[in-house]
């Protein structure tokens, strides 16, 4: 089946620490995104590649950073600098970015610091 | 800016009862719209979408939503509510600003009583 696999579901981090969250798609999309969700708050955009070795900062991208090698991973790596990182990380994918589609998620991520 | 807002932050209905739940937008082109549902740690299902043709959209689950420009709202319904829909629900916008971002409503979580 094709989707989008996030992992570790859960993580606990200590204060300090970097740490990477996991995100495949096997969809063959173009586009992926990282989202962050906190209670009340909504998805809140990271960071968002339109292209392999291609990335752009969304409305909260500091103290993350992203990479995109390949087509099919886009992992978030939540560093030292994020001052309250706690919250629900969602990973996704559409078609492409230049024209309007439907955006499909992961599972999710939970990260906690300890 | 562009945004989009979701007024009820909580919804109780009971079984069997109608649903409304409702979405406003603020975007100047006409937008693609979506709604989404998020059982508790999980991520995002598409229920329907909106992208253009006919304003009134049928979707996953018996949902359905209504495209109005003129109140630039896209409301979901749904004429029977069961307990499985206890949710949150998120509407959400697609923007073009030299590519395709999505915008997120804060969510609205639904309650249903038995």
């Known amino acids: 089946d094709g989707g989008i696999t996030q992992s570790p579901k859960y993580l606990f981090r200590k204060e300090g620490q970097n740490v990477t969250l996991s995100c495949e798609q096997n969809?063959?999309?173009?586009?992926m995104y990282w989202y962050r969700q906190d209670p009340g708050q909504g998805l809140r955009l990271i960071y968002y590649?339109?292209?392999?070795?291609?990335?752009q900062k969304g409305d909260i991208a500091e103290g993350y950073s992203v990479s995109r090698e390949k087509k099919e991973s886009f992992p978030l790596t939540v560093t030292s600098a994020q001052k309250n990182p706690t919250a629900f990380y969602l990973c996704?994918?559409?078609?492409?970015?230049?024209?309007?589609?439907?955006?499909?998620f992961g599972e999710g991520s939970w990260l906690t610091v300890v | 800016a562009q945004s989009v807002t979701q007024p009820d932050i909580h919804i109780t209905v009971s079984e069997g009862a109608s649903l409304e739940l409702r979405c406003n937008y603020s975007?100047?082109?006409?937008?693609?719209l979506f709604w989404y549902v998020q059982s508790p740690g999980q991520g995002l299902q598409l229920l329907l979408k909106?992208?253009?043709?006919?304003?009134l959209v049928q979707g996953i689950k018996g949902f359905e939503a209504e495209f109005k420009r003129s109140q630039s709202s896209f409301n979901l319904r749904k004429p029977s509510v069961h307990w499985s829909d206890a949710a949150e629900y998120f509407c959400?916008?697609?923007?073009?600003?030299?590519?395709?971002?999505?915008?997120f409503g804060t969510g609205t979580r639904l309650k249903v009583l038995a």
């Open positions: 996704a994918s559409s078609t492409d970015s230049y024209s309007g589609n439907t955006i499909y």
């Open positions: 969809l063959n999309h173009d586009a």
């Open positions: 590649s339109q292209i392999v070795n291609d990335f």
């Open positions: 975007y100047g082109a006409t937008p693609y």
């Open positions: 909106y992208f253009s043709g006919d304003t």
């Open positions: 959400a916008v697609g923007q073009y600003s030299g590519t395709y971002k999505y915008i």
